[in-house]
């Protein structure tokens, strides 16, 4: 599917759309659970809207979601489906974050590592460099 950009009117993907649908805060609604207003991520059976955060948790605690981890073999809920079978949050991260095919050279530090972020100039950060960063954006 293609959606149209209605500033440019140039084609964009599904991916690209549900990013600026997210940043349009003229599109966002007051949470029923928590009351914030935000990005309208799914609504109930009454039609009242669920912020991202609210559905996250409400998966994760819904059992019909928890299946056994093929890595852990515990019984909770699904973060992703693969050929291997279903993986939860904790191993899906773990395996990520030691993948080094996915590893990045961080800007500040000049370490190849998991990257967790970017900075105001869109330079690739790890993980120690973000938190860095965020506590001299807050300080300044």
């Known amino acids: ?17 549900k990013k600026i649908k997210y940043k349009n805060k003229s599109l966002h ?7 914030k207003k935000a990005h309208v991520q799914k609504r109930n059976k009454k039609g009242e809207a669920i912020c991202v955060s609210c559905y996250s948790i409400i998966f994760r605690k819904n059992p019909q979601n928890h299946f056994r981890c093929t890595i852990c073999k515990k019984i909770k809920a699904v973060h992703k489906r693969c050929i291997d079978g279903r993986i939860c949050h904790s191993c899906y991260a773990k395996g990520y974050r030691n993948d080094t095919s996915k590893h990045k ?14 900075d105001k100039k869109r330079r690739p950060l790890c993980n120690k460099c973000l938190k860095r960063e965020k506590k001299q954006t807050l300080a300044v």
């Open 105 to 118: 050279v961080c800007s500040s530090c000049n370490r190849k590592k998991h990257i967790q972020g970017y």
């Open 29 to 35: 609604e007051k949470c029923y659970r928590c009351g």
């Open 1 to 17: 599917m293609v959606y149209r950009n209605k500033k440019s009117g140039k084609k964009i993907c599904p991916a690209c759309n």
